[in-house]
Nanobody, 118 residues
Framework: VQLQASGGGLVQAGGSLRLSCAASGPRFNTYIVGWFRQAPGKEREFVAR????????SYSDSVKGRFTIFGDSVKNTVDLQMNNLKPEDTAVYYC????????????WGQGTQVTVSS
């Protein structure tokens, strides 16, 4: 499975960006797909995930209510809509996927930079 993250950029605080994760290989419908981020000098942290089967979604407390994760089964993509962005959201964002039952995220994209200016 190869993952390609895109959609990052520079935005002012309060603005919005939409990230997209495209997969080549097996379709996402048997996977859990997640978004993570890593800010300079900090550890990578969980942002959101979606369990394709059943549509279960979860978010970190820091983004809940502002970010939405959703999948497109036709395009085989998982997008992260980010609204009301804050400077502390600045980070490299990564998408990742795992087969259901794998217990850990197995496949990782290359990351896309999101910069939020104050």
């Amino acid at each position: 499975v190869q993952l390609q993250a895109s959609g990052g950029g520079l935005v002012q605080a309060g603005g919005s960006l939409r990230l997209s994760c495209a997969a080549s290989g097996p379709r996402f419908n048997t996977y859990i797909v997640g978004w993570f981020r890593q800010a300079p000098g900090k550890e990578r942290e969980f942002v959101a995930r979606i369990m394709w089967s059943g549509g279960s979604k979860s978010y970190s407390d820091s983004v809940k209510g502002r970010f939405t994760i959703f999948g497109d089964s036709v395009k085989n993509t998982v997008d992260l809509q980010m609204n009301n962005l804050k400077p502390e959201d600045t980070a490299v964002y990564y998408c990742a996927s795992q087969r259901i039952g794998a217990g850990r995220f197995e496949y990782w994209g290359q990351g896309t930079q999101v910069t939020v200016s104050s």
